[in-house]
């Protein structure tokens, strides 16, 4: 079954490439899109900035999965039956510690490996790979930190909002750390589109990485 994989470099709405390719995937599956993100105050009103788009193009059938207020075994029941996941943005050390670190990230990992579309925006996409690496901008103690991620992309560590937040350092950091094979900084309102673990398309601002020690930036349209 091929696996499918949105990464997307700030909050929402999708790109409109990555939007129609994601609606195209999910047409083609039984059930609702999850919205997996983790509960805030007045959370329903950010909801159409995931969804407009999404609805532009035809979906119309979406689940609300907020954590902690639906519990742990409610979220696996619900995920277990969507035609695609999208995870949030927000705060990333709570996001891998709800999601990444508890029995979640089993359900998530069966069902992209059942073929089902799932998209993370900042947050989301970072606790995808196998380390969910922090930017010292990321959290309240202003260091760089990582926790254990879905790894859902392999030998690969990203880091988004890089332009805006002048992250090459951070990239750099984590490049040192673990060697990973790829490396990639996303910017805000950016996407990139993988399937089976091979770069299929990007779109948006930019998405950059570092190669024999340069920053180069990349285009690889849809």
Not at 185 to 190: A, Q, R
Request: proline share 4%; net charge positive.
């Amino acid at each position: 079954m091929d696996k499918h994989l949105f990464l997307l470099g700030g909050g929402p709405p999708f790109t409109c490439k990555m939007a129609k390719k994601f609606t195209e995937l999910v047409s083609a599956r039984a059930g609702k899109i999850s919205l997996l993100i983790l509960e805030r105050a007045n959370w329903t009103d950010y909801m159409p900035k995931y969804t407009k788009v999404l609805k532009e193009n035809g979906i119309m059938e979406f689940q609300y999965i907020p954590l902690p207020t639906v519990s742990v075994e409610e979220a696996k029941q619900l995920l277990l039956n969507s035609a695609g996941i999208i995870i949030g943005g927000g705060n990333s050390e709570l996001y891998a510690e709800y999601i990444a670190n508890t029995t979640i990230s089993k359900i998530l990992k069966e069902q992209f490996s059942a073929g089902v579309p799932i998209a993370g925006f900042s947050a989301g996409a970072l606790i995808s790979m196998e380390k969910c690496i922090i930017s010292a901008k990321d959290n309240a103690d202003g260091v760089f930190k990582y926790k254990a991620g879905l790894g859902l992309l392999k030998d690969t560590v990203i880091a988004v909002h890089f332009s805006e937040w002048m992250d090459e350092s951070h990239l750099r950091t984590a490049v040192k750390m673990f060697q990973p094979r790829f490396n990639f900084g996303i910017d805000e309102g950016t996407g990139m589109y993988w399937c089976n673990n091979t770069l299929m398309g990007t779109e948006g601002k930019g998405v950059y990485r570092l190669k024999k020690d340069h920053l180069e930036k990349i285009d690889k349209p849809m």
